[in-house]
């Protein structure tokens, strides 16, 4: 189950006017994000942490941002961008993973963006907010099976 709390009816990134401020330092990958990373040729020591504490897959800081944001504050990925980056401008507040598992999104606060632009479609943010879901869920279960080195044997 999706819950936007709060609606934004249209919106543009106007990353240059607020200096890229969702491309922060942490944002979290799942499998099949960094599967299509790798292709594109990065090694995956390059750009991949792993977080103990939450048990997550992350993308590396880069002088305080994510790795993969260029010089002109764009986005070098942009068509192979992570999930988390697609949900823009809504923000993950809290996942749970039970039987029914549950999102929560917000917007992006402050954003210069909020409000101009293209409407914005609900149904795509549903869509790639439940493949995160289903994506994680998976993580999960190959976690508790192979544990974190077979996993990463098979990145
Ligand atoms: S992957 Fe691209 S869009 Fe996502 S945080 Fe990094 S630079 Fe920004």
Redesign the pocket.
């Known amino acids: 189950m999706i819950h936007i709390l709060e609606n934004i009816d249209k919106w543009s990134c106007e990353y240059k006017k607020c200096g890229?401020k969702?491309?922060?330092a942490g944002?979290q990958l799942t499998v099949a994000d960094i599967k299509r990373i790798k292709a594109l040729g990065y090694e995956i020591e390059d750009f991949l942490v792993f977080d103990e504490t939450n048990q997550v897959f992350k993308?590396k800081e880069k002088d305080g941002k994510?790795?993969?944001?260029g010089s002109k504050l764009e986005?070098?990925?942009?068509e192979n961008?992570?999930i988390?980056?697609r949900l823009l401008p809504f923000k993950i507040m809290e996942v749970s993973y039970s039987d029914e598992p549950i999102m929560r999104l917000k917007p992006v606060v402050d954003c210069p963006g909020e409000g101009r632009g293209k409407k914005i479609d609900k149904k795509k943010i549903e869509a790639d907010a439940s493949t995160f879901i289903r994506e994680n869920q998976k993580l999960i279960r190959d976690m508790k099976r192979k544990g974190m080195k077979g996993i990463k044997d098979e990145l």
């Open positions: 890229a969702c491309c922060a944002i993308i994510c790795f993969f944001l986005c070098t990925i942009r961008e992570p988390v980056c």
